[in-house]
């Protein structure tokens, strides 16, 4: 619900800021979708990570994954700051 709120904000405020974070989500999704495995893949399999250290945008993002069906989790990275990992829909 907060996801929600948020996206409908920020689209009415700066929706160029939401369309740049989507197109980087949907570019992701079809690399993988369409076979190119340009995408980095780990251990755990194909993933974007995004440094997104600013808790607002973490959460604009996390609500972009779930409405495109993308699961994403936050974590802290090598250098403390906390940033946003995406896995291909399954």
Known sequence: VR????????ARRS???LE?????LLEFAEAFAGGS???AVGAGGPELVLPLTDGFQR???H???EFHGLPS???IAPDGQKE???RPPH
């Not at 740049?20 to 980087?24: G, N, S, V, W």
């Open 3 to 10: 996801a929600r709120a948020a996206l409908r904000s920020v």
């Open 15 to 17: 929706p160029e800021r």
């Open 20 to 24: 740049d974070l989507e197109a980087t």
């Open 37 to 39: 495995h340009s995408v």
């Open 59 to 61: 959460l604009l993002a």
């Open 63 to 65: 609500g972009l994954c």
């Open 73 to 75: 989790t936050s974590r």
């Open 84 to 86: 946003l990992v995406v």
